[in-house]
């Protein structure tokens, strides 16, 4: 059974910096690809950034570029994301994610439901 595991969220003033952490464990895909979506009140899931382990190409939102960095280290089958000059618009509920067949060349990144694993989801906030 594939478990995502979440940690590191919480609350901190604008401009500050969060890690998330995703521990994952029950799969052994090749061509997976993990990342985070959040979710705000009242607004649609959305993609933040994803790495496609199939080609090591990493994915970003535009609102999050230059701001945030995912990484993985499939070793220990662990994803991170690093988040600085964090601004109150990134508040919202953070969920790792897994798509067990991501194909570069056919899926889109950001797709909610090619995403088949997902984490129990971390609050983060940012005031200002």
């Known amino acids: 059974e594939v478990q995502l595991v979440e940690s590191g969220g919480g609350l901190v003033q604008a401009g500050g910096s969060l890690r998330l952490s995703c521990a994952a464990s029950?799969?052994?895909?090749?061509?997976?690809?993990i990342g985070w979506f959040r979710q705000a009140p009242g607004k649609e899931r959305e993609g933040v950034a994803v790495?496609?382990?199939?080609?090591?190409?990493?994915y970003y939102a535009d609102s999050v570029k230059g701001r945030f960095t995912i990484s993985s280290d499939n070793a220990k089958k662990k994803a991170y994301l690093q988040m600085n000059n964090l601004k109150p618009e990134d508040t919202a509920v953070y969920y790792c994610?897994?798509?067990?067949?991501?194909?570069?060349?056919?899926?889109?990144?950001?797709?909610?439901?090619?995403?088949?694993?997902w984490g129990q989801g971390n609050q983060v906030t940012v005031s200002s």
């Open positions: 790495f496609s382990n199939s080609d090591g190409t990493t």
């Open positions: 029950g799969f052994t895909f090749d061509d997976f690809a």
């Open positions: 994610a897994v798509d067990p067949a991501y194909d570069k060349y056919r899926s889109i990144w950001y797709t909610v439901h090619e995403y088949d694993y």
